[in-house]
């Protein structure tokens, strides 16, 4: 089934490495690896058509226009997961500042709660990639960008890995607007939540927890 705003990053690089993440025999160590080297795979895609501008600079040989991005950034990971992925979007963006949401799932009503805040005081007037590797009942990932619309934030994407059906709904029901990026979009939630075929628990195969 198509969705609007949500864009699947099938690049065969990132499926390769997604493929070898899932796996479960897949330690931290090489989790955390694949997961970073993915994330910088796919801010190719997800800031392709942000505005650039032209910039003046000498090369050594004579003066030419080059190009800047018009706007500053804000990453913006969801705790602890989204952690995950914070460096390899850094690698590609190292001038962006971050912010910190702490949001966790309540494991028996699946509901989100949130714990712990912290955004750049200018963060209204930046591009924001928020992140989280796990799309699932949608609760957290919502949640998030109602914190964000509430700082004056106007221009966001959602940047994940793996996003179940239900995720994307709830998502999208909250907040149409905001394009959601991610790896694949998976079959669906089992009974406790998880998303399958998906991963596992995201923050627990990042921290070994
Ligand atoms: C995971 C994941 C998302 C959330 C997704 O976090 O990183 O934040 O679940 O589930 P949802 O879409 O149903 O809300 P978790 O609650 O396990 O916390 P953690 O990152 O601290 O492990
Ligand atoms: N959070 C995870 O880490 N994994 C899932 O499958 C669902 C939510």
Redesign the pocket.
Known sequence: MPYSNVIVIDHPVVQTKLTELRDKSADHRTFRTLLNQIASLMVYEVTRDWPSEPRMIDTPLEKMEGRKLSRRVTLVP?????LGMSDGVLRMLPDARLGHLG???DEKT?E?VSYYQKLPPDIAQTEVLLI??????????SAAVSVLKKAGVKSMRFVCLVAAPE?IKTLHDHHPEVVIYCASIDRQLNEK?YILPGLG????RIFGT
């Open positions: 969801i705790l602890r997961a989204g949001v966790y799932r699946l989100p989280d590797p796990m799309l699932a009942t949608g609760g957290s990932g995720g939540g628990d995201a923050g627990d």
